[in-house]
């Protein structure tokens, strides 16, 4: 059974850290690619970061350019999005997603991806 879960979520003030985790199972990890996405009250998902299957390709939105940084332990099978110098606007609920693919992976459009966890809650407020 294929199943991503989230976990890493919390209430952190401004300017700090948190890291995001994507453990994945039932599928040979490696083949896919994977993405986080988010979504903030009252507004749609967006794709935040992408990893292709060996981590050759990686992408930001331009929000996060510079503050996030994403990356993958294929031993582990997890996918990491590292994020610091938060800011309340960085408020939401993270997703990720995977798809199996050649080397690649996108942000956008988010039915690109065929697999989703159940997300994990950010909050960034003082």
């Known amino acids: 059974q294929l199943q991503l879960v989230e976990s890493g979520g919390g209430l952190v003030q401004p300017g700090g850290s948190l890291r995001l985790s994507c453990a994945v199972s039932?599928?040979?990890?490696?083949?896919?690619?994977i993405g986080w996405f988010r979504q903030a009250p009252g507004k749609e998902r967006e794709g935040v970061s992408c990893?292709?299957?060996?981590?050759?390709?990686?992408s930001y939105v331009d929000s996060v350019k510079g503050r996030f940084t994403i990356s993958r332990d294929n031993a582990k099978n997890t996918v990491y999005l590292q994020m610091n110098s938060l800011k309340p606007e960085d408020t939401a609920v993270y997703y990720c997603?995977?798809?199996?693919?050649?080397?690649?992976?996108?942000?956008?459009?988010?039915?690109?991806?065929?697999?989703w966890g159940q997300g994990t809650q950010v909050t960034v407020s003082s």
């Open positions: 997603a995977a798809r199996g693919t050649p080397q690649q992976c996108a942000l956008t459009p988010e039915n690109w991806y065929s697999y």
């Open positions: 039932g599928f040979t990890f490696d083949y896919y690619a």
């Open positions: 990893i292709s299957r060996s981590a050759s390709i990686t």
